[in-house]
């Protein structure tokens, strides 16, 4: 069993930091990147064999079976582990070592690096616990632990005014955010005393209360904030600039999809089954109305992609912009999974969420490397406003190289692998609605707009800034190539993947026949 | 084995069209020649700049970067990858269901190549240039992709096996319909694509990116020597596959089915008639608009875009929406 050394190893080499630094200077650092690496060949083990078998991984903590003695139902921790989840851990590893590898070069005139590199293998962590758990409350413990491991690293740079200021606000509105999200378990539990995710899914549909659809509004209420949806997306665009840029990569490529959308798919198809309660509400049993649910998510992702896009166009700092395209990003995935929701068990339904789940790959590379870039940029050159960056091709052919891959792939220019992704939501969203695909194309719209800026930025006359800069070092350029190709080549086999990972990887999250559900009873007796 | 006759067929092609769009910017400026009452070049004239230029010194300026070399190289690679995508008087070489939308992006893609190069060059000539060729392209594509996608929409109507592909042109013929209020709406969306044509290729009211007079050839305007050469070609390339498309919607005929010839003979046929209704449709477009009318400030081309050719375009289309509906019967 190669799952419990997802949390293992990174926990392993968070704890043992301390004691390493203290061993050599050089060494910390390559011990996290043996950590996050290994971690990373973990991931792909879970990974590959998730996929291979197509069935769902159960794993108890401390038995080998998650009922307890003399009675019938589940009262150990259970990690629950489906396609999503394993392709999730995949992504935050793969994404998580490339940072740690970039860290090398960005932070080498930083101090307090023993700090650092235990932080980012506990934001590490963290979300590899949430994407892995089949707990609520265990849900909740990895979430608490990704969001203090990234306050603490947005403030990580506590000389810098911004980076407090940016801590202070991420710091107060995500601990708001946490105590919604337990508030909902809180209340979850009270009604139906059970914290296990998939038997609370089972609980609910005998007696959905109101407290339940209260929980499920304080749930998916702090998640939207988790996940940078647009009314409470500000904190996002502040902490995304003032995180060390190796740190932003992960923030935006991970943290709001682990912490925010991941979770939110994960409680409104394993917990609240939209199924599940089509199927009560045809017996005129009470149920909870998850079309509701699929709207609210709809009308905030529209807001998002349409917000965030447009707010986007008008920013003059790099990062800023990046990080509002962030927001805008996440509309897409979040319009996604809402009309996965509406749609629950059509083609349409299915095809939204494998959109969805793929985008989240997609915009995790992607993203990341665009935060690697800007990080380059500002590391070589020492500013971020767009309006002194004039000209930078020239002295750094690759770093701009890297840019234009980068914004030509979250535009969704063809070869590239934002295309398919967002193909596939345009398409199954002018299915659903054709309002929704126009919303969403004209968040496009405003995507290449502001991409366009940067990138004329980029090519333009050279300004006096840019006089004597150079290519970054290896450590540097390497996770951009790395992101680059990885980027191309899902880019020339878009359908491929589609068929083969993000639609069989939106079948077990949709668990038409209740699998997330079965994977469990099936160790209560018989059932 | 497939791949190999499609390599070859694309090459084929691409050497056609390279030969008959020189051929035509020849005849063209005969013909503006003529209707100005002077002699003008050779008919071969453009051939002869083509060679001159590729023999010439490429200077790079020293605010260049990289992109400013490759550009020209990428706009013809978008250009031949165009060719493949473009009906030539039988199916595309790449017919499949949707190949509309990846025609589009690389007619798009090739402006916006050029736009890079331009921007990349450091010269603000070449900026200034740059930045209208963005805006005419934001404003010149929203009829156009109107239009367009309503027409094959509505031949996928008529049940076809690729719908949204520039194939389905030769299926079924948008006049065939024939009912009152299609025509009309052709007709409207016949005009829509005659204007499109002029501001794609850039002449006449729409020749404002280039204005020699007043900026200098814009964004062409550090070009020089073989990448110039490349970028005139691709542009030519360009040309005719933007004609080509005006033609396979409203003016899709073959003869090779009247005189009864099949297999290659009929496709060289067809594509030979295809470039003699190219030429047409480029001297209404081309030749007779750039000789009888001036260049427009790029405010009044967008103002005649969006306020002018938009609603046109709409009106086509809701003309040919509501036959379909059949609101009106």
Redesign the interface.
């Given at each position: 069993m190669t799952l419990p050394f997802l949390v293992i190893l990174p926990l392993f080499g968070a704890f043992s930091m301390p004691i390493v630094s203290l061993l050599g200077k050089k060494l910390k650092e390559y011990w996290a990147v043996i950590i996050s690496g290994a971690t990373f060949a973990v991931a792909a083990k879970v990974f590959y064999t998730v996929w291979r078998n197509n069935e769902i991984l159960l794993y108890t903590l401390g038995s080998d079976n998650p009922i307890g003695r003399g009675v019938d139902f589940p009262i150990r921790i259970v990690w629950e582990v489906d396609l999503f989840g394993a392709l999730l851990a995949l992504t935050i590893t793969f994404v998580s070592f490339l940072a740690i590898v970039y860290s090398l070069g960005y932070m080498k005139h930083d101090t307090g690096l023993e700090k650092y590199y235990t932080l980012v293998l506990v934001l590490e962590l963290g979300m590899l616990g949430v994407v892995i758990t089949g707990d609520i409350f265990n849900f909740y413990v990895f979430l608490e632990i990704m969001s203090i491991a990234s306050y603490a690293l947005v403030a990580f740079r506590n000389d810098t005014w911004e980076g407090i200021e940016a801590g202070i606000k991420y710091m107060f509105v995500g601990s708001l955010a946490s105590s919604f999200i337990l508030l909902g378990i809180a209340l979850l539990y009270g009604q139906y005393g059970t914290l296990t995710m998939s038997y609370l899914a089972i609980k609910i549909a005998e007696n959905p209360t109101l407290v339940a659809k209260v929980a499920l509004a304080f749930l998916i209420g702090g998640l939207l904030f988790k996940s940078g949806a647009v009314p409470v997306h500000m904190w996002l665009a502040d902490a995304h600039p003032a995180a060390p840029s190796s740190i932003s990569a992960m923030l935006s490529g991970l943290v709001i999809k682990a912490g925010g959308v991941y979770a939110i798919a994960r409680i409104v198809f394993s917990i609240f089954n939209p199924g599940l309660h089509i199927y009560l509400r045809t017996f005129n049993a009470p149920s909870v109305n998850m079309d509701v649910i699929g709207w609210i998510i709809v009308f905030f992702a529209c807001l998002t992609l349409l917000v965030g896009n447009a707010m986007a166009v008008v920013q003059t700092d790099m990062k800023r912009l990046f990080a509002f395209s962030s927001v805008g990003q996440i509309g897409y995935i979040l319009l996604g999974i809402g009309i996965g929701t509406l749609a629950y068990g059509t083609k349409v339904g299915e095809l939204a969420l494998a959109g969805a789940i793929y985008h989240i790959v997609n915009h995790a590379l992607i993203k990341a490397l665009l935060f690697l870039v800007a990080g380059v940029v500002i590391h070589e050159v020492g500013t971020k406003n767009l309006n002194e960056l004039s000209?930078l091709?020239?002295r750094m052919?690759l770093t701009?190289f890297s840019f234009t891959i980068g914004a030509a792939a979250i535009i969704g220019?063809?070869p590239l692998n934002g295309f398919a992704s967002k193909w596939i939501i345009y398409e199954s969203s002018a299915m659903y609605n054709p309002i929704l695909a126009a919303v969403a194309v004209l968040g496009t719209v405003f995507s290449l707009a502001a991409y366009?800026k940067v990138?004329?930025t980029f090519?333009?006359?050279?300004s006096e800034r840019v006089r004597d800069v150079k290519e970054p070092e290896k450590s540097m350029m390497f996770p951009m190539l790395v992101l680059v190709v990885a980027i191309t080549v899902m880019g020339l086999l878009p359908w491929q993947i589609s068929d083969k990972i993000m639609i069989p990887a939106a079948k077990m999250l949709e668990q038409l026949n209740g699998e997330y559900i079965l994977a469990l009873l099936k160790f209560i007796g018989g059932a | 084995m497939n791949i190999v006759y499609l390599t070859l067929g694309l090459i084929a092609i691409y050497l056609y069209v390279s030969f008959a769009s020189l051929l035509w910017e020849g005849i063209d400026r005969k013909l503006v020649a003529r209707m100005q009452r002077r002699i003008g070049p050779p008919i071969l004239q453009p051939f002869y700049d083509f060679l001159k230029l590729v023999s010439k010194e490429s200077i790079i300026p020293r605010d260049a970067n990289r992109l400013f070399e490759i550009a020209p190289i990428l706009a013809l690679a978008s250009s031949i990858a165009l060719l493949a995508y473009t009906p030539l008087g039988f199916e595309p070489l790449l017919a499949t269901k949707g190949d509309v939308i990846v025609f589009i992006y690389l007619l798009g893609l090739i402006a916006f190549i050029r736009v890079m190069g331009a921007v990349s060059s450091g010269s603000p000539y070449a900026q200034i240039g740059a930045q209208r060729e963005i805006i005419m392209l934001v404003s010149r594509e929203v009829p156009m992709m109107l239009g367009l996608f309503a027409i094959l929409w509505r031949l996928s109507k008529l049940g076809v096996e690729k719908p949204f592909s520039l194939g389905t042109l030769y299926q079924y013929n948008i006049w065939e319909i024939g009912t009152p209020l299609t025509v009309v709406g052709i007709f409207v969306l016949l005009l829509v694509f005659l204007l499109w044509l002029a501001s794609e290729i850039e002449v006449g009211y729409f020749n404002i990116p280039e204005a020699e007079t007043e900026v200098a050839e814009g964004p062409m305007a550090e070009y020089s020597g073989r990448h110039l050469a490349l970028f005139k070609l691709s542009n030519a390339l360009k040309e005719f596959a933007s004609a080509s498309l005006v033609v396979a919607i409203f003016f899709p005929w073959g003869i090779s089915g009247h005189i009864g010839l099949t297999g290659v003979a009929a496709m060289v046929l067809d594509l030979i008639f295809h470039t003699l209704k190219v030429f047409a449709v480029l001297f209404v477009s081309m030749s007779v608009f750039r000789a009888i009318t001036g260049r427009l400030r790029i405010t009044q081309a967008v103002g005649m875009f969006w306020s002018r050719i938009l609603p046109m375009s709409l009106i086509g289309v809701l003309l040919l929406i509501i036959d379909v509906l059949g609101v009106i019967s």
């Open positions: 000209g091709a020239k052919p701009t220019l063809p366009t990138l004329f090519l333009g006359k050279e | -």
